[in-house]
């Protein structure tokens, strides 16, 4: 597998392209509801759906601003090689058809979730696919860490969709689920794959861009 290399040059310079390029082909990224007090003492999962080329620099745009933490994204090997500097701002590597890899991949994510000031972002959908697919696909990733880590961490659901108004450039709206302990995945008191669909539905019945501008944040 690839571990992520985080390097600050790359960080700055990576963070001033995001944020040209994002206002270039987006009115406004609008946060449509409150977003949850993010805990110090505990690392972070985020869970996005997967619907676009976006989402990657959709999810690292929103949490550098959102939650103080140092951001890790899963990503899929192939594309982690083919577009490299990805892995001097975070990003770590997956391969799905290759179990020795993925259970490399699983235990350096576990590593990852030892230090709470770390936030990994795994897709759960695997894959880009149409935001109002049903059924949803779904890895149950998240759960293997939540069963094995022998620490506590937290899990956080992202919906984004990109939405069109009379406005020339369309709109990014984000919905932030509640946050959902590692220790109730476990002992399997809450679904995660329940409450990714069901904060995937509520947004998917936001028709608004009424809400906080992430660009202005």
Same mark, same amino acid.
């Given at each position: 597998?690839?571990?992520? #290399?985080?390097?600050?040059?790359?960080?700055? +310079?990576?963070?001033?392209?995001?944020?040209?390029? =994002?206002?270039?082909?987006?009115?406004?990224?609008?946060? +449509?509801? #409150?977003?949850?007090? *993010?805990?110090?003492?505990?690392?972070?999962?985020?869970?996005?759906?997967?619907?676009?080329?976006?989402?990657?620099?959709?999810?690292?745009?929103?949490?550098?601003? =959102? $939650?103080?933490?140092?951001?890790? *994204?899963?990503?899929?090997?192939?594309?982690?090689?083919?577009?490299?500097?990805?892995?001097?701002?975070?990003?770590?590597?997956?391969?799905?058809?290759?179990?020795?890899?993925?259970?490399?991949?699983?235990?350096? $994510?576990? #590593?990852?979730?030892?230090?709470? &000031?770390?936030? +990994? +972002? *795994?897709?759960?959908?695997? &894959?880009?696919?149409?935001?109002?697919?049903?059924?949803? @696909?779904?890895?149950? &990733?998240?759960?293997?860490?939540? #069963?094995?880590? $022998?620490?506590?961490?937290?899990?956080?659901?992202?919906?984004?969709?990109?939405?069109? $108004?009379?406005?020339?450039?369309?709109?990014?709206?984000?919905?932030?689920?509640?946050?959902?302990?590692?220790?109730?995945?476990?002992?399997?008191?809450?679904?995660?794959?329940?409450?990714?669909?069901?904060?995937?539905?509520?947004?998917?019945?936001?028709?608004?861009?009424? &809400?906080? @501008? *992430?660009?202005?944040?």
């Amino acid at each position: 597998m690839i571990k992520a #290399e985080q390097n600050k040059l790359a960080l700055f +310079v990576f963070d001033i392209y995001l944020d040209r390029l =994002l206002k270039k082909y987006f009115h406004d990224f609008i946060l +449509v509801n #409150e977003f949850p007090i *993010i805990k110090s003492d505990k690392s972070l999962i985020l869970a996005p759906n997967h619907f676009s080329w976006w989402d990657g620099f959709f999810i690292y745009y929103s949490m550098k601003k =959102l $939650t103080g933490k140092k951001i890790f *994204i899963m990503m899929l090997e192939e594309q982690l090689k083919r577009y490299w500097f990805f892995q001097k701002i975070g990003c770590f590597s997956t391969n799905h058809n290759n179990k020795q890899s993925t259970v490399v991949t699983l235990k350096y $994510t576990i #590593e990852l979730l030892k230090n709470s &000031g770390n936030c +990994v +972002v *795994i897709f759960p959908q695997g &894959g880009i696919e149409p935001f109002d697919k049903n059924p949803l @696909s779904y890895n149950k &990733g998240i759960e293997f860490l939540a #069963e094995h880590s $022998t620490n506590e961490f937290d899990i956080l659901p992202i919906a984004n969709k990109i939405y069109y $108004t009379n406005q020339k450039l369309p709109f990014i709206l984000m919905r932030a689920h509640h946050l959902i302990n590692s220790k109730d995945i476990k002992n399997k008191s809450v679904s995660l794959f329940n409450e990714f669909k069901n904060n995937l539905a509520a947004l998917s019945e936001h028709n608004s861009v009424e &809400g906080k @501008s *992430i660009f202005r944040i």
